[in-house]
């Protein structure tokens, strides 16, 4: 049409581009259906490609993982505007004994990590959240009472249990991952699988430890360095002020400003 257009992009579509066949692999055997759904992505993904060519499509990612991920399948660049992160009022509570995880119960959340290693470990766990994934953890639990499911709590109650916490444990890779900065916003020091967007807003040894594979091993291990070290709340609530609403908009304005010019 000629006119402008700025894309806030979370991330080029998962099943057009890389995750389709291992969906469509596991979902069906049959070699008719596989044929017709390869040849109907092959042209969504023909028209995706042909419509991010524009000239007037102007590409803003939410990390540099996402920023990657526009890079080699639009072949375009993109400048990177993290998304707005609330900063609460961070409550004034004694800091705990125990690890917290923040999250929907799904599988791909890899709770079950942070689960069998605090088991292992004699670690007290509170998972706040709720999803299709909860009986099972609950099953992997069974048992133990330092393992407790805090299901959905107010955002007051979150916000007293992330700043109370020893540490925020994140088990899965995201594209950037907001639970994460709302712990540091409150404080805690965060636990997390390295990868994806966690390796840009968390500032190791400062303000959180990364265990590099997806194991309750290498979490155990990364938890002995972790509780090891002093951590300052005041340089981990800084961190994550650089993703709070604020700049946020301050950015985006500069970049619709850029288009318009």
């Given at each position: ?32 259906v596989r044929f017709v759904v390869t040849r109907w ?133 995201e594209d950037f991952g907001i639970a994460p900065v709302e712990a540091m916003a409150c404080g ?74």
């Amino acid at each position: 049409s000629g006119q402008d257009c700025l894309i806030y992009c979370y991330s080029p579509a998962r099943m057009l581009w890389d995750s389709w066949p291992q969906a469509l692999y596991s979902r069906t055997k049959s070699p008719v259906v596989r044929f017709v759904v390869t040849r109907w992505v092959s042209r969504l993904r023909l028209w995706d490609y042909y419509e991010s060519q524009s000239a007037h499509r102007h590409f803003i990612a939410i990390s540099q993982t996402i920023a990657d991920r526009i890079q080699k399948f639009y072949h375009r660049e993109s400048k990177i505007i993290y998304p707005p992160v609330p900063q609460p009022p961070t409550p004034v509570v004694e800091r705990g004994d125990y690890y917290v995880v923040v999250s929907v119960l799904a599988a791909y959340k890899q709770i079950d990590l942070a689960i069998a290693a605090c088991r292992q470990a004699k670690r007290k766990l509170i998972i706040v959240g709720d999803g299709p994934d909860r009986e099972r953890l609950e099953t992997l639990a069974e048992g133990d009472k330092k393992i407790v499911f805090a299901g959905r709590v107010s955002e007051g109650t979150k916000h007293k249990l992330l700043a109370a916490a020893r540490g925020f444990i994140f088990s899965s890779v995201e594209d950037f991952g907001i639970a994460p900065v709302e712990a540091m916003a409150c404080g805690t020091p965060v636990l997390a699988l390295r990868g994806g967007g966690l390796s840009e807003t968390i500032i190791e040894g400062r303000t959180g430890v990364f265990f590099d594979s997806p194991d309750p091993e290498s979490l155990m291990q990364a938890m002995k360095g972790f509780e090891k070290k002093q951590w300052s709340a005041a340089v981990i609530r800084r961190q994550a002020a650089r993703f709070s609403p604020e700049i946020f908009r301050q950015e985006f304005r500069q970049a619709v400003r850029r288009v318009m010019e």
